[in-house]
């Protein structure tokens, strides 16, 4: 496996982490996690090198954030980055802030998540949070330890995400969504939808200015994996055997 120094961080990050959106399934219910497959499937991606797994609240129907807390207590919760994602669009009020992470550190099995993103900001969602102190309080859920490094995901206009560059200067990293099939380097696009063809690429920064290069200077891809097999196989990609991505990680 390949790494990746990771902005101020004091890790390097995996070429390749591994999203928890997509697990093997009972009966074609997302709901129902077939774990054991999942968790053969989680074990074989961190002993060959992965460090970065990615869940979120409310994947599988709720339930991944607490299957992956169960599956990485003990020795495999020290050999990775734990991330997941503040569920932005539930937001009433600003007491929500609290509910929401407390709720995940149960279910994680853990005092503090490594990377915590605010999920799926968009223009709407994002003056919502914004408006309710969220940047005050991830402060200060930082300072108490719950979180270490912060982050957002993004789903919009490119002004739009420069506008939330702009709000805070101790963005630790963000996480974007990238089709390698596509000829040209875009940051976003409006009509989005999660195929296979689409990959997340982490990207962090001393400071941001430019937009345009944000892509080739992606650390990390986040991948969303159903079988063993492709564990096998996206590891090969990215530790430099086998098939070489055609847009290659600087």
Known sequence: MNYRKFGGMDWEVSALGFGCMRF?????????????????????????????????YP?????????????LKGVYRDK?????????????????????LNNQLERLLTEQIDCYLFHALDKKSWTKIESLGVLDWAEKARVDGRIKHLGFSFHDEL???????????KWDFCMIQYNY???????????????????WVLW????????DWLIPQGK???SGIRRKSSVRQLNGLFSGFGIKPRFQLC
Not at 26 to 50: C, H, P, T, V
Not at 80 to 100: G, M
Not at 181 to 199: C, E, F, G, H, I
């Open 220 to 222: 990390s891809r986040r």
């Open 24 to 56: 093997p399934v009972i009966g074609g219910n997302s709901s129902r996690i077939e774990e054991k497959a999942a968790a053969e499937m989680l074990y074989l991606a961190i002993d060959q090198g992965i460090n970065y797994i990615d869940t979120g």
């Open 204 to 211: 962090s920064w001393s400071r941001c200015e430019v937009v």
């Open 159 to 169: 002004s739009v995400f420069k506008s939330i560059l702009d709000a805070y200067q």
């Open 80 to 100: 990775v980055k734990l991330a997941t994602k503040l569920p932005s669009w539930k937001i009433e009020k600003t007491e929500d802030f609290d509910f929401y």
């Open 59 to 71: 994947y599988h129907g709720g339930q991944s954030e607490s299957f992956v807390g169960r599956t």
């Open 181 to 199: 099939m596509d000829q040209d380097y875009r940051l976003v696009k409006k009509d989005w939808n999660m195929q296979p063809t689409w990959a």
